[in-house]
T-cell receptor, first 110, second 117 residues
Framework: QKEVEQDPGPLSVPEGAIVSLNCTYSNSAFQYFMWYRQYSRKGPELLMYTYSSGNKEDGRFTAQVDKSSKYISLFIRDSQPSDSATYLCAVKTGANNLFFGTGTRLTVIP | GAVVSQHPSWVICKSGTSVKIECRSLDFQATTMFWYRQFPKQSLMLMATSNEGSKATYEQGVEKDKFLINHASLTLSTLTVTSAHPEDSSFYIC?????????????FGPGTRLTVL
């Protein structure tokens, strides 16, 4: 079983739509949850991180963690064409152990 | 801040040759550097973790004699793919991290696309 499962998509939405991206993880020992954005042929960049269950908001982005269900989500409000990228969820148990989901490819259509 | 560079950004080589990829943290000193491999439409898979001056720790299934990692300083790590074969063609990404706490962020380089003919 993979540490992190993520629907690879692809996902296409019209500009202005609310986007919901989701991952599940297998190990309750995971404590730290992140979302990375990766543009084509580029390295991932950290979007958001959170420790605890609940919501964390940053501008148009909201990260949500439900530890009881082992479920993490990223919501993008008022999506823009510039949001088109692959979004990777990632989880951590310790300082170095970073596990990525497969990534969801998002296209926002103008 | 927290910029990581990789060189080259892409490389094409013949089967059987060796290729060296450099990873540099430009504006910070990294406690640890990581090397990942990403195949098309797949996620990043950690290959190895290295600390400056120490031998790298390789993940299960990664051949240490094929993927040589040298971590010469706190700002430079190199990955050498020895005797490359077409199945080694992939996107190689490094990351660098300051500190050893779970909250410490890994900053990723832009990646190196390797094509072995």
């Amino acid at each position: 079983q993979k540490e992190v499962e993520q629907d690879p998509g692809p996902l296409s939405v019209p500009e202005g739509a609310i986007v919901s991206l989701n991952c599940t993880y297998s190990n309750s020992a995971f404590q730290y949850f992140m979302w990375y954005r990766q543009y084509s042929r580029k390295g991932p960049e950290l979007l958001m991180y959170t420790y605890s269950s609940g919501n964390k908001e940053d501008g148009r982005f909201t990260a949500q963690v439900d530890k009881s269900s082992k479920y993490i989500s990223l919501f993008i409000r008022d999506s823009q064409p510039s949001d088109s990228a692959t979004y990777l969820c990632a989880v951590k148990t310790g300082a170095n152990n970073l596990f990525f989901g497969t990534g969801t490819r998002l296209t926002v259509i103008p | 801040g927290a910029v990581v560079s990789q060189h080259p950004s892409w490389v094409i080589c013949k089967s059987g040759t060796s290729v060296k990829i450099e990873c540099r943290s430009l504006d910070f000193q990294a406690t640890t550097m990581f090397w990942y491999r990403q195949f098309p439409k797949q996620s990043l898979m950690l290959m190895a973790t290295s600390n400056e001056g120490s031998k790298a720790t390789y993940e299960q299934g990664v051949e240490k004699d094929k993927f040589l990692i040298n971590h010469a300083s706190l700002t430079l790590s190199t990955l050498t793919v020895t005797s490359a074969h077409p199945e080694d063609s992939s996107f190689y990404i490094c990351s660098a991290q300051v500190g050893g706490d779970i909250t410490d962020t890994q900053y990723f380089g832009p990646g190196t696309r390797l094509t072995v003919l």
